[in-house]
């Protein structure tokens, strides 16, 4: 496993802009468009569950592509992200405040969210079973956690084998899921797990 203080360097600036193929993105923001599009497939979800003046916090924003739709559609957003540059990008382009935190410290706020939004973030964590149980602490009683991760158990894993999407993205992901264990972690932490459905990203 990679140590905190390696990974706090690797999401930086150059994670989302860079010439190599190593790690991370070429140019996130010329992803833009996908990115836009799958952020208003993932509000429509989240609505179906939750009244549009919702506090919401997305904890991995990256660049806040989905912070920024979900504030469109009326939600009152806030962002979590280990990469400072990154939160200091959504704040000076968008307007949206955030935290530069790994969702391990104890000065994150209790209680404070009706969702939480947690896209392709939990396979970069080195302890998901705290990651869960901190999800649960920044939530209401009454809130709502939304995640994806990729499927160690896919159709496309067991196809594509060492060249499946999720094996690329290592050292970036450090753990993988399958339903199984989601519903075991996201238990032992707290939540009443109601739904898990395939997902899948669409250009």
């Not at 949206?96 to 404070?112: F, N, R, W």
């Not at 009683?141 to 993205?169: A, E, H, V």
Request: aromatic share 16%.
């Amino acid at each position: 496993q990679p140590s905190e203080k390696s990974l706090d360097n690797f999401y930086s600036r150059d994670y989302f802009k860079k010439d190599s193929d190593s790690f991370g993105y070429k140019n996130y923001i010329q992803m833009e468009r996908s990115l836009n599009n799958e952020a208003e497939r993932k509000i429509s979800f989240v609505k179906k569950f939750s009244k549009r003046s919702s506090t919401l916090l997305d904890v991995g924003a990256g660049l806040g592509n989905f912070a920024v739709c979900a504030s469109y559609n009326g939600f009152k957003v806030e962002i979590l992200d280990r990469s400072k540059w990154a939160v200091g990008y959504v704040k000076k382009n968008f307007n949206i405040e955030g935290y530069v935190s790994t969702l391990y410290e104890s000065t994150l706020p209790e209680a404070k969210f009706d969702i939480v939004t947690v896209w392709d973030v939990i396979e970069h964590l080195t302890n998901p079973l705290l990651g869960f149980k901190t999800l649960n602490m920044l939530l209401k009683r009454s809130g709502f956690l939304f995640l994806t991760t990729p499927n160690i158990d896919s159709i496309d894993s067991k196809i594509l084998g060492k060249r499946w999407y999720g094996f690329k993205k290592i050292p970036e992901h450090v753990v993988y899921f399958s339903p199984s264990p989601i519903r075991l972690f996201a238990k032992r932490a707290g939540f009443e797990v109601l739904e898990i459905k395939n997902w899948g990203f669409v250009r």
